[in-house]
C-alpha cells in the first residue's frame, strides 16, 4: 500500500492506494471494503474516511483525513534509537494510554460488527500536544486482510495465514503483538512469506530459539502483568486467547479501573514533557509536516547552529 498527501475540500489528506503489480480490481475491492468498514465506526480514535477517488492514471484512491503526528512505529524507532537497539519503550503511562486507545477503538469496530484484521504499528497515529494531550487514531480496518507476502505477514494471526475464520480473537491477537513490539522493537516471527510464517507460529513467543527473540521475551518479562496475558494472546490457538480485546485490556491492567488522565491530575512526566515542547517550539524553525514533539525527540538542533558547522564539514 501507499500513502500520498492530499487535500481534500481544504482538508489535510491521505490518499491510499495500492499500486502495480497488485491487480487493479482487487485493490479496487480491498480499498471499497476499508471505506465501508471504516464508516460504520463511530469511535474518536477511528480515522475518518473522506471517500474513493479515481485518480488520472484510472487507480483508486481512498482518502482519510490525515491524523495529527506520527505513526506509532516511528515513536518506537525513536525509543530504540535511545536504548541502543536493544529495548524500545517501557510500559509507561504514554504507552499504556495509546495501547488502551486503540484496543477500545477495535472493541468499537467489533461492536458494529466490523474486524479490523490488519492493525500493525504503521496502522496507528499518536500526536502529543505541548500541554501534554494526546491523540490517538486508528487506521487501516480491512475486515479480512489480504494475505501477501511481505512486512505485514510478520503481524499475522496463524488463523489468518491459513485462510481461516478471522474475528475478534484476531484481533487480539494484532493487539497483543503491538504491545510485543513497542516493548521490543521487533515481532517474534521475522518470516515474511505466508507458508514459512504459518509454520513459524507453531512456536510460541516465549520460546524461540534465536537471540534476539529470546532478549525480547526478556524485556517483556520485566512486566509480569504484561508477559502473561501477551503469551495467552499471541498464542497459534485462538482458542487459548483472550475472548475479546476488552478481556485482554483488563488483563494488561487498562480496563474500566484506569482512571482517565484530566489536565488538573497531569503528572510530572507530561509536566516537563509540556515545558520542554514549549521551549523547544520557541527555540527551533520545524517545517509544517514534521512534529515539534517528534523533532524534540530527535534532539535535532537549531539551524543557525548547523550551518556554523557547514563549512569544516565541507572541507572534511
Same mark, same amino acid.
Given at each position: 500500500q501507499v500513502w500520498t498527501p492530499a487535500r481534500c475540500d481544504g482538508v489535510q489528506a491521505l490518499a491510499k492506494s495500492y499500486p502495480v503489480p497488485?491487480?487493479?480490481?482487487?485493490?479496487?475491492?480491498?480499498?471499497?471494503?476499508?471505506?465501508?468498514?471504516?464508516?460504520?465506526?463511530?469511535?474518536?480514535?477511528?480515522?475518518?474516511?473522506?471517500?474513493?477517488?479515481?485518480?488520472?492514471?484510472?487507480?483508486?484512491?481512498?482518502?482519510?483525513?490525515?491524523?495529527?503526528? $506520527? $505513526?506509532?512505529?516511528?515513536?518506537v524507532r525513536i525509543g530504540q534509537q535511545r536504548h541502543g537497539y536493544l529495548a524500545a519503550r517501557g510500559w509507561d503511562v504514554v504507552t499504556q494510554t495509546v495501547v488502551r486507545a486503540v484496543g477500545d477503538a477495535i472493541q468499537a469496530a467489533h461492536?458494529?460488527?466490523?474486524?479490523?484484521?490488519?492493525?500493525?504499528?504503521?496502522?496507528?497515529?499518536?500526536?502529543?500536544?505541548?500541554?501534554?494531550?494526546?491523540?490517538?487514531?486508528?487506521?487501516?480496518?480491512? *475486515?479480512?486482510?489480504p494475505v501477501v507476502g511481505g512486512p505485514r505477514t $510478520?503481524?499475522? #494471526? &496463524?488463523?489468518?495465514?491459513?485462510g481461516g475464520v478471522v474475528d475478534a480473537r484476531t484481533d487480539v491477537f494484532h493487539v497483543a503483538l503491538l504491545?510485543?513490539?513497542?516493548?521490543?522493537?521487533?515481532?517474534?516471527?521475522?518470516?515474511?512469506?505466508?507458508?514459512? #510464517? $504459518?509454520?513459524?507460529?507453531?512456536?510460541?513467543? &516465549?520460546?524461540i530459539r534465536d537471540d534476539r527473540a529470546q532478549a525480547a521475551w526478556g524485556l517483556v518479562s520485566r512486566w509480569p502483568t504484561v508477559a502473561e496475558p501477551l503469551r495467552r494472546a499471541l498464542d497459534a490457538?485462538? *482458542?487459548?486467547?483472550?475472548?475479546?480485546?476488552?478481556?485482554?485490556?483488563?488483563?494488561?491492567g487498562l480496563g474500566q479501573a484506569l482512571p482517565v488522565r484530566s489536565?488538573?491530575?497531569?503528572?510530572?512526566?507530561?509536566?516537563?514533557?509540556?515545558?520542554?515542547?514549549?521551549?523547544?517550539?520557541?527555540s527551533l524553525s520545524l517545517p509544517a509536516e514534521d512534529s515539534k514533539v517528534t523533532r524534540a525527540m530527535l534532539d535535532r538542533q537549531p539551524l543557525t547552529a548547523c550551518s556554523r558547522q557547514l563549512p569544516s564539514v565541507a572541507k572534511q
Amino acid at each position: 500500500q501507499v500513502w500520498t498527501p492530499a487535500r481534500c475540500d481544504g482538508v489535510q489528506a491521505l490518499a491510499k492506494s495500492y499500486p502495480v503489480p497488485i491487480d487493479p480490481q482487487l485493490a479496487a475491492l480491498w480499498l471499497q471494503t476499508e471505506f465501508q468498514a471504516t464508516a460504520l465506526i463511530a469511535h474518536p480514535a477511528v480515522v475518518r474516511p473522506l471517500g474513493l477517488w479515481s485518480g488520472p492514471d484510472g487507480m483508486l484512491h481512498l482518502l482519510f483525513e490525515r491524523p495529527p503526528g $506520527r $505513526r506509532w512505529d516511528e515513536i518506537v524507532r525513536i525509543g530504540q534509537q535511545r536504548h541502543g537497539y536493544l529495548a524500545a519503550r517501557g510500559w509507561d503511562v504514554v504507552t499504556q494510554t495509546v495501547v488502551r486507545a486503540v484496543g477500545d477503538a477495535i472493541q468499537a469496530a467489533h461492536y458494529a460488527g466490523v474486524a479490523h484484521a490488519n492493525l500493525t504499528a504503521e496502522s496507528v497515529w499518536v500526536d502529543l500536544s505541548p500541554t501534554g494531550d494526546l491523540t490517538v487514531k486508528v487506521t487501516d480496518f480491512a *475486515r479480512t486482510a489480504p494475505v501477501v507476502g511481505g512486512p505485514r505477514t $510478520r503481524w499475522m #494471526a &496463524a488463523e489468518q495465514l491459513a485462510g481461516g475464520v478471522v474475528d475478534a480473537r484476531t484481533d487480539v491477537f494484532h493487539v497483543a503483538l503491538l504491545v510485543y513490539f513497542t516493548l521490543t522493537g521487533i515481532t517474534p516471527w521475522h518470516d515474511e512469506d505466508p507458508a514459512a #510464517a $504459518r509454520i513459524a507460529r507453531g512456536v510460541p513467543a &516465549a520460546q524461540i530459539r534465536d537471540d534476539r527473540a529470546q532478549a525480547a521475551w526478556g524485556l517483556v518479562s520485566r512486566w509480569p502483568t504484561v508477559a502473561e496475558p501477551l503469551r495467552r494472546a499471541l498464542d497459534a490457538d485462538a *482458542r487459548i486467547r483472550p475472548a475479546q480485546v476488552g478481556e485482554l485490556l483488563s488483563l494488561l491492567g487498562l480496563g474500566q479501573a484506569l482512571p482517565v488522565r484530566s489536565k488538573a491530575g497531569m503528572d510530572l512526566g507530561f509536566a516537563v514533557a509540556a515545558a520542554a515542547a514549549l521551549v523547544l517550539a520557541a527555540s527551533l524553525s520545524l517545517p509544517a509536516e514534521d512534529s515539534k514533539v517528534t523533532r524534540a525527540m530527535l534532539d535535532r538542533q537549531p539551524l543557525t547552529a548547523c550551518s556554523r558547522q557547514l563549512p569544516s564539514v565541507a572541507k572534511q
